[in-house]
């Protein structure tokens, strides 16, 4: 027990001392009852102990019937919390427990030759106007350009178009400010570029040969510098839209995913190694992070990166493990958090995506479902305890009939709300988080 000083209290979840002064009032009548005299407590106990009971911020049985539903729990549970960390906590445990309930969905099946299945997806908005873009694997590629007035059967069903055919899978898909990149898989590596403008300027395809680059899987675009993730490297391609310089970043093995940032490169490998490279330093070692992140020090594929809260990576493995490091303290190999229950075992395409705010991870596991985790509490997923199911039209609970390969978090219209793609087979959903109405197929 921690001793009673003079003018102070203990506060036994935050474990420290405050002024007697800050005491809340619920402490405050509890110590009240405790120095009664005996006779009064004797009456009084039988009353006193269920009204402290009930007041608690545990689980009591009330609160786990209260909490079936969410909105009822979320009030009671609001009412009685005693200061501002302790409501944020629940505000964020309600929010959870609305986005696990999604089943409000946008379904859109993309005019694809039979039997042909997605392979990349990519969806930004310019003003005004949503672009989306989709590539399958027998090499087209397709666009939409919506406008915020248009219709939602017209803007996700009717504008989709088939633009030009790469030969061979698309790869990957990026965009930054005004240009769209998709990249084309094989030995012939094909770069296609795709102005977004209202006005239509045309397509221009690159072709790079295979004595530079080959086996492209993942592209990286900001501003004017294009990173590919290809076979045994990675190419820096300066000035895309007009030169074409290429750079050599290598890698000693295959580069499955990337992240660019300013001047900074991550490259992340089919033999575990997460690369650093300064691209304003011609020739320069590159920086080996986070040595021995695998399994008992053994290393795993990285198959995507991503960046949080400014000084976090994301690192996604083969093996379906999930967890951010600190790029502070780089020699380090241990995660601050992991995000347990992702199911993965091979597949190189293991879509990752983080909410705009940042607060929510979304992952498509091998098994063809979705998992969400809070970003800031990691451990197992919110939606662990929700039944899989091929029928049903909650996202957390479905399971899709094809593999998935893309997950795309962008925030909604005004910057309210956020809406979740899944691209899987030739279906493209949009999942509005945390409503839950009936679904509309167009």
Known sequence: ???????????????????????????????AANTQTPGIAAVAGSAATPRHTTNRIDLSRRDRRLRADSSFWGIESLKRARDASQRER????????????TSRVTRTVLPLPDNVPLASFETTKRGSRTWSFAG?????????????????????????KAEFNLMSEVSSICTDQDLCIATAFGRESKILLFPLRETFVGITVLKISARYVHDIRASSLRGENLVLGASGQALLVSNVGTSHTYTSL???????????????????????????????IEGSKPDDLFRKTGRHGGLTSITSLNRVREWQLLVGQIDGRLGTFDLRFVRSNHPLLTYTGNV?????????????HED??????????????????GGKPL????????????????????????????????????????????????????????????
């Open 1 to 31: 027990m921690p001793r009673e000083l003079p003018g102070l209290w203990w506060d036994e979840q935050r474990n420290r001392y405050f002024p007697l002064s800050a005491k809340p009032a619920l402490v405050s009548s509890a110590s």
């Open 90 to 101: 629940i505000r964020r445990q309600i929010q959870a427990s609305q986005i696990c309930q």
């Open 136 to 160: 399958d694997s027998l090499g087209w590629f397709y666009s939409s350009n919506a406008s915020d007035e248009d219709d939602v059967s017209t803007a996700f069903s009717n504008d989709w």
């Open 250 to 280: 290598q890698t000693g093995s295959d580069v499955f995913s990337l992240l660019q940032d300013e001047n900074v490169v991550y490259t992340g490998a089919r033999n575990g190694n997460i690369l650093r490279f300064d691209t304003r």
């Open 344 to 356: 993965n075992s091979y597949a190189i395409t293991a879509p990752v995506t983080v909410d705009p």
């Open 360 to 377: 929510f991870l979304f992952a498509a596991g091998q098994d063809r479902r979705v998992r969400i985790w809070s970003v800031s509490t």
């Open 383 to 442: 939606n662990d305890g929700m039944p899989p199911s091929m029928d049903s039209l909650r996202l957390f609970q479905r399971v899709y009939r094809h593999p998935i390969c893309a997950l795309k978090a962008v925030a909604g219209d005004g910057g309210t709300g956020t809406s979740l793609y899944v691209a899987s087979g030739s279906d493209l959903c949009e999942y509005n988080l945390g409503e839950c109405v009936g679904p509309r197929v167009f």
